[in-house]
């Protein structure tokens, strides 16, 4: 009996093995060439299409080399779970990703409409460089760019072990999308990079960033509006702006941000830590932002550890502002365990709106300290809340 089970058992396994290859579809077998020179976006796509239509699991493979990509496009849905596992790099072209239909912001590698995602490993170089300097030289007629990968309208997805860097625009962008863990990323651009956002999440629930190391010419992550459940953890920032919500009420008609919480993040010489911005005017919006949870930070060097702006207005942008009232109602928001230095001296700021002051503010085990250990301060207007614990600063609300 026991080699009868023997050899049974191993046929099972061949026949697994047999499985498995025939739903792994190599883009090299699709004509892709890992020179860095020939274009792969019609690989990728034909692999893509073949995977997409298998009823087992599938996998597209991008091997070891690198991969010129002018733009690529996953879409579903798709027959089963779908894996993209990258070996290998896949590099922008040098020059302009370009931008949408309508010359506005574009997107280089998207995935729209696939439920049971997962994208697995590799390098993303977005070849930034260009676009950059273009839009330092002020010249008319820079596009906006594009970013590096977007996923679209899906559920039940994994991003993990993923490196982007150089991006022309955000890095990752995850929107309208349910239950999307994104973990151990790394995200590089340099500090003078224009609004290279290292993760901006909007419209989306359910979503989990942990283990990400991010270096970028803005926010680290950034928060949009309808954004809902989000857990942010062990993430570390700099250089950058910080983690961010918002900003949220430019538009009329935005949603609000709730039930999000950021644990245990690492800020090292980053323009801010912990911020909420909304635009100073009256736009008669209905976004709202609730149920924050800051827990467990360490601040090196950061300009504003902790601050609620909710007189953002950058360059006017033509709407009347400054000198107008924020429509964004701030509530609920915690800070415990915020350490570290500060390099100004107000450390703590909540600039709130007047028409709309900022309630239920938490301040628990603060400390912050400024020039290498002097006392720090910390301002409020319009905020009301509580205090608790050890506070360096003494708290203003």
């Given at each position: 009996m026991a080699p009868c089970i023997v050899s049974c058992v191993v046929l099972m396994l061949l026949c697994c093995m047999r499985l498995s290859a025939a739903a792994v579809y190599n883009v090299?077998?699709?004509?892709?060439?890992?020179d860095g020179r020939t274009d792969a976006s019609e690989a990728l796509a034909a692999a893509w299409s073949v995977a997409?239509?298998?009823?087992?699991?599938?996998?597209?493979?991008?091997?070891?080399g690198q991969f010129l990509v002018s733009h690529a496009a996953f879409a579903g849905p798709c027959s089963g779970r779908m894996t993209v596992q990258i070996d290998g790099t896949l590099v922008a072209p040098s020059g302009y990703t370009g931008g949408g239909s309508s010359g506005g912001e574009g997107e280089w590698i998207v995935f729209d409409h696939v439920d049971g995602l997962t994208v697995s490993g590799g390098t993303l170089d977005g070849s930034g460089e260009s676009l950059w300097a273009c839009k330092a030289a002020g010249h008319d007629g820079c596009p906006d760019g594009a970013t590096s990968m977007k996923v679209l309208n899906s559920r039940?997805?994994?991003?993990?072990?993923?490196?982007?860097?150089?991006?022309?625009?955000?890095?990752?962008?995850?929107?309208?999308?349910?239950?999307?863990?994104?973990?151990?990323?790394?995200i590089v651009a340099p500090e003078s990079s224009p609004n290279t956002d290292g993760i901006h999440v909007q419209s989306s629930s359910a979503v989990t960033i942990t283990?990400?190391?991010?270096?970028?010419?803005?926010?680290?992550?950034?928060?949009?509006?309808?954004?809902s459940n989000l857990r942010v953890e062990h993430v570390s920032c700099g250089p950058g702006h910080g983690i961010s919500i918002g900003s949220l009420g430019k538009e009329s008609e935005e949603r609000g941000v709730e039930n999000v919480t950021v644990s245990g993040a690492t800020f090292v010489g980053t323009?801010?830590?912990?911020?909420?911005?909304?635009?100073?005017?009256?736009?008669?919006?209905?976004?709202?932002?609730?149920?924050?949870?800051?827990?467990?930070?360490?601040?090196?060097d950061v300009s504003n550890p902790i601050i609620i702006d909710q007189n953002y207005c950058p360059n006017d942008g033509g709407h009347g502002c400054p000198?107008?009232?924020?429509?964004?109602?701030?509530?609920?928001?915690?800070?415990?365990?915020?350490?570290?230095?500060?390099?100004?001296?107000?450390?703590?700021?909540?600039?709130?709106?007047?028409s709309k002051p900022c309630s239920g503010l938490g301040l628990q085990d603060i400390k912050l300290t400024f020039d290498g250990g002097k006392p720090t301060e910390a301002t409020c207007q319009h905020a009301d809340g509580t205090a608790s614990g050890v506070l360096v600063p003494p708290s203003c609300l």
């Open positions: 090299g077998s699709f004509g892709a060439r890992p997409c239509r298998s009823t087992e699991p599938a996998t597209v493979l991008v091997p070891n039940d997805v994994m991003i993990s072990g993923v490196k982007s860097v150089n991006s022309e625009l955000y890095h990752v962008v995850i929107d309208g999308c349910e239950g999307v863990t994104v973990q151990d990323s790394r283990g990400a190391s991010i270096q970028t010419g803005d926010d680290c992550i950034s928060v949009g509006p309808g954004t323009e801010n830590g912990l911020r909420i911005k909304t635009w100073g005017r009256a736009a008669r919006s209905s976004a709202y932002v609730r149920g924050v949870v800051f827990e467990h930070a360490l601040m090196r000198h107008q009232s924020s429509d964004v109602q701030i509530s609920g928001v915690t800070y415990t365990d915020i350490q570290g230095s500060s390099a100004s001296q107000v450390a703590v700021k909540f600039d709130c709106s007047a």
